[in-house]
T-cell receptor, first 114, second 114 residues
Framework: SQTIHQWPATLVQPVGSPLSLECTVEGTSNPNLYWYRQAAGRGLQLLFY??????ISSEVPQNLSASRPQDRQFILSSKKLLLSDSGFYLC?????????????FGNGTRLTVT | EDQVTQSPEALRLQEGESSSLNCSYTVSGLRGLFWYRQDPGKGPEFLFT???AGEEKEKERLKATLTKKESFLHITAPKPEDSATYLC???????????????FGRGTQLTVWP
C-alpha cells in the first residue's frame, strides 16, 4: 500500500530565515505531487504541483519554491520567510496516468513564522 | 466567487441524531467529486469519489450521494468519533490539462456530543 511521509510536523522559524519542508511517497511510481497551504476559514490553496522529476508548476506567485529531485520526493523551500508564510502546509499525491484520482494527503506541517 | 460551497459551516449533533451535509458546485465539466474527513492538526483523509449524478457510496455510518449540482454526505446515527471537518472537492476539466482543476469547499465542522 502507498504511504506519504511529511516532516517536520511543527516548525517555528524567525522572519528572514530559510525554509525546507520535505515529503516522500512510498509504494507507487511516478506519482503526481502537490503542495497545498491551508489557512483557517479559507480552505485549501494549491501552491505547486509536479508530474515528474524536475517538472514544477506554480499556481500562485509567492515567496516559496518547490523542487522534485527524485521521483517520490517533493520539497518546499523559501530563502527568506515572511510572517504571511505562516500556515498549515500539506503535501499530497495522486496516481499518474489516470484522469480522475483522489488526492492522498500527508499529515501536514504547522509553520509559525515569528 | 466560490466554485464549491459547503453548508452548514458548523453542525452540532447529539449522538444518534442523523443529518446531512451539503456540497453544491457551479463548476462545469465535472470529472469527479471527492469527500474527505479532516481531524484537527491532521491532513485530510480520503473518503469517497463520486463520478456521475445518481451515484451513491457508503462507508460505515456515512453515505455520499451526487446530483447534477450538489452532493450530500448523510451521517446515520453518528457517534462522537465522527466529529471532524468534512471537506468536499470537485475536479473539473481545465485548459486541456490531464490533471484537471480541483476546487475545494471550506468544509463543515461536525461535532457529535454524547
Amino acid at each position: 500500500s502507498q504511504t506519504i511521509h511529511q516532516w517536520p510536523a511543527t516548525l517555528v522559524q524567525p522572519v528572514g530565515s530559510p525554509l525546507s519542508l520535505e515529503c516522500t511517497v512510498e509504494g507507487t511510481s511516478n506519482p503526481n505531487l502537490y503542495w497545498y497551504r491551508q489557512a483557517a476559514g479559507r480552505g485549501l490553496q494549491l501552491l505547486f504541483y509536479s508530474v515528474g522529476i524536475g517538472q514544477i508548476s506554480s499556481e500562485v506567485p509567492q515567496n516559496l519554491s518547490a523542487s522534485r529531485p527524485q521521483d517520490r520526493q517533493f520539497i518546499l523551500s523559501s530563502k527568506k520567510l515572511l510572517l504571511s508564510d505562516s500556515g498549515f502546509y500539506l503535501c499530497a499525491w495522486t496516481h499518474s496516468g489516470t484522469v480522475i484520482s483522489p488526492l492522498h494527503f500527508g499529515n501536514g506541517t504547522r509553520l509559525t513564522v515569528t | 466567487e466560490d466554485q464549491v460551497t459547503q453548508s452548514p459551516e458548523a453542525l452540532r449533533l447529539q449522538e444518534g441524531e442523523s443529518s446531512s451535509l451539503n456540497c453544491s458546485y457551479t463548476v462545469s465539466g465535472l470529472r469527479g467529486l471527492f469527500w474527505y474527513r479532516q481531524d484537527p492538526g491532521k491532513g485530510p483523509e480520503f473518503l469517497f469519489t463520486l463520478y456521475s449524478a445518481g451515484e451513491e457510496k457508503e462507508k460505515e455510518r456515512l453515505k455520499a450521494t451526487l446530483t447534477k449540482k450538489e452532493s450530500f454526505l448523510h451521517i446515520t446515527a453518528p457517534k462522537p468519533e465522527d466529529s471532524a471537518t468534512y471537506l468536499c472537492a470537485v475536479q473539473a476539466g481545465w485548459r486541456g490539462s490531464t490533471l484537471g482543476r480541483l476546487y475545494f469547499g471550506r468544509g463543515t465542522q461536525l461535532t457529535v456530543w454524547p
